[in-house]
């Protein structure tokens, strides 16, 4: 009969709690530095003009930056499917969850990396072509805008994160996982980043009341939930 190595299993919540450490560090610090750089997010309620011609002007280092918030947040995913692995025998929901956990990681990858791919081209347009050309851009920027950013990035990569979230802070519940106000915050960053929608409703309804600082504070107390857990999780076996 084969047993459970202890120290095995160890190895592998070290491992899933390192990789939700640096995973949401992958994700807090490239945003940090757009809003210094670029002054994301609130340059997207500046005309689409403006966006272009200031996201022009950021260059290399800033082409460089929205991609490495795409993709350093990919240990995330891996501790996602780790995590699942773990849990899935004693919980029937945590397949669904990381499920759920990893498409909405994906499509906010897919979303965030039109900054590197798509708005480059679309920013050259406008800042050194003629006027049809410029007026063309900015039509592009908006289609793609709404759709890569608004549609996938934000409203089914966001909503789909807050169910994972949730998912899973009522799995470490049930199993006993970790203190009441781990559980506790992961439920309210979810309630709040869920009233960052309202944004996105605005962007077709103009008159939908929006919660703005819903957005800023949901996801920081997400990334916050990320890292709490990702050390508890090293430090105990589940």
């Known amino acids: 009969m084969v047993q459970n190595n202890p ?22 610090i490239p945003y940090i530095i757009l809003t210094i750089i670029f002054d994301y997010p609130d340059i997207l309620r500046q005309e689409t003009g403006v966006v272009l011609t200031k996201f022009y002007q950021g260059g290399n280092r800033l082409i460089w930056t929205w991609w490495a918030f795409a993709i350093l947040g990919l240990p995330l995913l891996v501790a996602y499917i780790l995590l699942g692995q773990k849990l899935e025998n004693k919980l029937s929901v945590i397949r669904w969850a990381t499920a759920m956990g990893i498409i909405g990681l994906v499509v906010q990858m897919i979303g965030l990396l039109r900054w590197t791919f798509v708005v480059p081209i679309l920013a050259n347009n406008f800042v050194t072509s003629n006027e049809m050309t410029k007026e063309a851009s900015k039509v592009g920027f908006q289609i793609i805008h709404q759709y890569g950013g608004v549609v996938l990035g934000e409203h089914i990569g966001q909503i789909f994160t807050i169910i994972w979230t949730i998912m899973m802070s009522y799995a470490f519940a049930k199993l006993n996982l970790f203190p009441k106000w781990i559980i506790g915050l992961g439920y309210i960053s979810s ?38 857990v990702g050390v508890r999780i090293s430090k105990v076996e589940i």
């Open 7 to 28: 120290f095995h299993t160890m190895k592998t919540e070290k491992t899933i709690g390192f990789l939700l450490i640096i995973g949401a560090l992958g994700v807090m």
């Open 191 to 228: 309630f709040i980043y869920l009233f960052a929608q309202t944004e996105l409703f605005a962007t077709v309804m103009p008159q939908f009341p929006v919660v703005d600082i819903a957005g800023f504070l949901g996801s920081t107390l997400w990334i916050v939930w990320l890292l709490v």
